[in-house]
């Protein structure tokens, strides 16, 4: 070829490098502006909607709601996804920093798309030598936040090549518009807020609490290397269930920290050589935790309040302040734990191995278990599957299968039919605690159970038993409401009281009709004489009773019938406390609650609560009640002597102790200048309880509970609850509360009581 034509042919060369180089040119200027402008704008509905800037602004991600404690402390959360949200504060420095060099650490040079680290990645890939993606932090948040909205209908969307090509364009484009809108702080919160970990942790705040039981901005180096390199896949680098390829990529991003200068090579080295530390690894649920049947209970509350207010309790990332104390919580939760495995053995022992479900006489319920599975859920769902009548259900039945079981020493593995399950829980006896502020009806701390995972049924609000003894002191708080004194005298006899069909004469725990002993009325409540209580209930009449006890709290359904005395009708432990709380809050009900405001998900208060008071008594009968409620410390024979000399000394208590005729329900109350609590313990039915009567007493089963609360509850000083006396009547005391003082006449044909007059100086 000559030298003209290497001319030409260079010439033509050249011509054609420089259309080539003009198209470039303007695809680069006019083509690909005009692309993105008709994806922005989803030109002729070609590509489908893209997000409004007010969504870019205020990006919406599914968000637990959290319950918190009077102190500050996470109770629990309610969520479809466990995600919490963290600001940039939130997040340790070297949790940013592992983040960066393992994800993008040129974040800072670009402004959302990385045209460098784009080249990097299609020059690895045409090369085989793979040195990374291109993909920024911010394109990545793009993807996780408005993922869904590239998926609306387009035209094009549905052209084989062209839906990736369209979302990728609509990743970049939604990347400049955050790095428009935020900040590059804002960015990276955001980021680590939307990104899954693995293990039903959502974001970043409920990883830390999942893996390493820590707030974000505690995290190290190695704990965000091990997170960081879940981003990387949640199931395949997961250090439960992946344990050796999730340290080999914890090191991988330990070394990039070094790589990119932020953590000198013997550091890293030194990081390296450590184990991955999971003894704090917990997966949030509601059967763990603190207050586990508050948080159930309380659900159905708050989930009306979202309805009404058109909030999802699941998604709005709401903050619940509740009026729970935390150490109170764990206080009475302790106590429950170390009181009620003792009992169990005791109830075991009790029975040695004989079944507990017993009727009236004594005897053995037949078909009780049979009856008992039939109203289970999983007998309903064989029912569904096979039929009512099918034997198919009975052969279930009485299969065995491995299950995990509950016991005092733990879960335990074993095998055993679904029969058999029943007839093992169904020996287990059982509990419901509240503890109340009586002056702002603030609840500090709710036991609904034994264990919120294996036994559901709350029995603090939703279980209702007969209060036994407890209900008398309304029998009493009536008596002295119509002018009878603390220490007006009764002779325990025999009472009888005409009844529709014949008469009602109670005889006392003894079995005995009474010692024939006069007593005041403050030692026969002291003692919870049954005949005293009965005296009492002729003369003030039941409806005036089902009155007193209404109007101090009492919401559930009341017999106005004489042996309504004894505690014959149901009612609920947050009832009992409530009322008793009007003794303690100088006649003022003020009803129990547990929610003090409700945040949205940007700190602003949406809803307030107030306590709902009413001038229930007179301060007077108030005052008088404890008085007749610390007879159960004072008086010989009082049912509360045997509380710990530490409590009672240089302190008002009130008690009252209260067990149902076969002593199926145990009950204590006990009131204090601050706090009222009331205890049940009991079988799961009414059918279970201890062989004697003396073992199921409330003294028994429900005092101990109290005794190892408020002595925790005084020796934590940062409480704040001191030993003390109960506030006096602002008026003064209209009697004397001194039996000795007093010179009471037969009130049998009248209720005139004389008494001195009172002296301010008998009460200072």
Known sequence: MGLKDKLNQRSKWFKIGTKVLWAFIFCALILVPVYVYTVSNNVFGLYGGMPSLKALENPENDLSSELISADGVSLGRYYRYNRLQASYEELSDELVTTLLSSEDHRFYQHSGIDFIGLLRAAKGVLTFNYAGGGSTITMQLAENLFKGMTETDGKLLSVPGLRQLIIKTKEWIISVQLESNFTKKEIIAMYLNTVPFGNNAFGIKSAAETYFGKATDSLNYQESAVLIGLLQGNTAFNPIINYDRSLTKRNEVLNKLHRFGNVDIIDVDSLKELPIDLSNYEVTNQNTG?????????????????????????????????????????????????????LQKRFNESWKGREPWRNEEGQVINNFLYTSFKRTPHYRKLVEKYGRESDSIKIIMNLAKPMKIFSWEGEKDTVMSPLDSIKYYKHFLHTGMMSMDPRTGHIKAWVGGINHKYFKYDHVRQGKRQPGSTF????????????????????????????????????????????????????????????????????????????????????????????????????????????YGTFANLGIYTRPYFIS????????????????????????????????????????????????????????????????????????????????????????????????????????????????????????????????????????????????????????????????????????
């Open 290 to 342: 603190l207050a586990t049947y508050f948080r159930s209970v309380i659900k159905g509350t708050l989930m009306s309040w979202c309805k009404e207010n058109d909030y999802d309790l699941w998604e709005d990332g709401l903050k619940i302040y509740t009026t729970i104390d935390s150490r109170m919580q764990e206080y009475a939760e302790k106590a429950v734990v170390d009181h009620m495995s003792e």
């Open 472 to 579: 008398k002191s309304f029998v009493y708080g009536t008596a002295i409401e119509q002018g009878y004194p603390p220490c007006y005298e009764v002779v325990d006899g025999m009472v009888t009281i005409p009844v529709p069909g014949g008469t009602w004469s109670p005889p006392n725990s003894d079995g005995t009709y009474g010692t024939g002993e006069k007593m005041t009325i403050r030692q026969g409540m002291a003692r919870s004489v049954n005949t005293i209580t009965a005296h009492l209930m002729k003369e003030v009449k039941p409806e005036n009773v089902v009155n007193f006890a209404k109007r101090v709290g009492i919401e559930s359904n009341l017999e106005a019938v004489p042996s309504l005395a004894l505690g014959v009708n149901d009612v609920s432990v947050f009832e009992l406390v409530g009322a």
């Open 597 to 764: 405001r409700i945040e949205d998900k940007n700190g602003n208060v949406i809803a307030t609560w107030v306590p709902e008071t009413r001038q229930a008594i007179s301060e007077q009968t108030a005052y008088k009640m404890l008085y007749m409620l610390k007879g159960g410390v004072e008086e010989e024979g009082g049912t509360s002597r045997g509380l710990p000399i530490d409590l009672k000394l240089d302190n008002d208590i009130g008690g009252k102790t209260g067990t149902t005729n076969n002593a199926s329900d145990g009950w204590y109350m006990g009131v204090t200048k601050d706090l009222v609590t009331g205890i049940w313990v009991g079988g799961d039915e009414r059918s279970i309880h201890f062989e004697r009567w003396y073992d199921g007493q409330g003294g028994r089963t429900a005092r101990p509970i109290w005794s190892k609360y408020m002595t925790n509850i005084y020796a934590d000083e940062a409480l704040g609850y001191e030993k003390g006396r109960f506030q006096t009547p602002i008026k003064g005391i209209d009697v004397v509360l001194d039996c000795s003082k007093y010179k009471t006449e037969d009130l049998s044909d009248s209720t005139v009581v004389t008494q001195p007059a009172w002296d301010p100086n008998d009460h200072q």
